[in-house]
């Protein structure tokens, strides 16, 4: 087997003010389905993500209880941009935006730098890159 395309999709509560979140880190509304719409996807270069109102899966629980906690449910998904220097940049571009931020960029032991943004329906998503060794 060979896939050629991967595609995750997200339940939401509000369709509409998911597109806005996404819009708000550079992703831009790539369609939507329904009148009112219930179904649509972002892009963001090759990447797309897809939409759900209300349906095809689950939304995330409780906000974290310490760094580190990640038992809250919902779908966690990796964003990989090109430099550590670019994770920063978007870092400061959610806290600049009113983003959730629950976890800082770090460091981390595996060889990336990575920190964790919650969508408002409790999705996860780390914003990573690797980090070069010396």
């Known amino acids: 087997m060979k896939v050629e395309r991967l595609t ?11 597109f806005a979140w996404f819009e708000k880190l550079g992703w831009q509304k790539g369609w939507d389905w ?6 649509g996807g972002v892009c963001n270069g090759e990447c797309e993500i897809f939409l759900c109102q209300n349906c095809q899966g689950s939304r995330g629980g409780p906000m ?3 760094a580190g906690d990640d038992d809250t449910g919902g779908v ?12 920063d940049a978007i870092h ?3 806290l600049d935006q009113g ?9 981390e032991p595996w060889g990336v730098r990575e ?3 919650r969508h408002p329906d409790g999705h996860t998503f780390r914003v990573s890159a690797g980090i070069e060794e010396e």
């Open 92 to 94: 400061q571009l959610g």
């Open 8 to 18: 995750p999709i997200l339940n939401v509560s509000n369709i509409v003010e998911s």
């Open 99 to 107: 983003l959730i931020v629950t976890w800082p960029p770090t460091d």
């Open 115 to 117: 920190f964790h943004l």
């Open 34 to 39: 329904g009148d009112p719409p219930t179904f």
């Open 64 to 66: 974290p209880q310490h």
């Open 76 to 87: 966690w998904m990796t964003w990989w941009v090109a430099s550590p220097a670019e994770v």
